[in-house]
């Protein structure tokens, strides 16, 4: 489909980068990593890309990594997810009313995308965003994420600014909520704690009319 191409090869770094990946671990995914979650969700989060070991090696966003520890675990919390761990695309884990895509679908060298690769794969999470119909919140993790959804959805940067925690009201019925990335830095920092990612998850459950925590 437009919205996910498991051959894409349209960015020549990322493409090269991901064949010496998978020489050097066979057993890896290493292919673009598709999205994950509800068919037809109330709250989207939009991520950074897929982590060497992680989503790279499992083939599912935020699974098998550090990075998806503290994600998994307050998405169950929130009662969007039946596991509060992840350690494998077939582990059984589902998540409820929520989706996951990445900004870029494909590894990055040193976690980092170029410009010009955002660019580039934001015609997939385009399409992607174009399908779903009933999302309510989009939750951006990272200023990246944050960019790459007002460049899918025709919005100016200027008008929408990143900051942790803050709300961004797009029509009548949808926000933008942005986070800080959840990743092992900005954790093992402080940058972001549990009860600050917590408290975000809280909020798009809210704004995204879902009832209170675990059904």
Avoid at 131 to 138: D, E, S, T
Avoid at 194 to 208: G, N, S, T
Wanted: net charge positive; hydrophobic share 35%; aromatic share 8%.
């Amino acid at each position: 489909s437009e919205a996910y191409d498991p051959a894409c090869t349209r960015c020549p770094r990322l493409a090269e980068f991901l064949a010496e990946v998978h020489a050097r671990y066979p057993d890896y995914w290493a292919r673009p990593v598709p999205s994950f979650g509800a068919a037809d969700p109330r709250i989207v989060l939009i991520g950074l890309a897929p982590g060497l070991h992680g989503a790279n090696r499992t083939g599912r966003p935020f699974t098998g990594d550090y990075a998806g520890e503290l994600l998994y675990r307050t998405l169950y919390e929130a009662g969007l997810a039946t596991r509060p761990e992840s350690v494998s695309a077939d582990d059984g884990l589902e998540l409820e009313h929520a989706r996951i895509i990445n900004a870029v679908k494909c590894v990055p060298p040193g976690n980092k995308p170029l410009p010009d690769e955002i660019r580039c794969c934001n015609a997939y999470l385009k399409a992607e965003l174009a399908g779903l119909k009933r999302v309510r919140v989009f939750l951006a993790l990272g200023r990246v994420g944050h960019d790459a959804f007002l460049l899918a959805s025709g919005r100016k940067r200027s008008q929408f600014p990143f900051a942790h925690g803050r709300e961004h009201r797009l029509d009548e019925t949808r926000h933008l909520i942005d986070s800080y990335h959840c990743s092992r830095y900005n954790t093992s920092t402080g940058v972001l704690t549990a009860p600050m990612f917590k408290a975000v998850v809280r909020r798009a459950r809210e704004l995204a009319r879902l009832p209170d925590g675990r059904d």
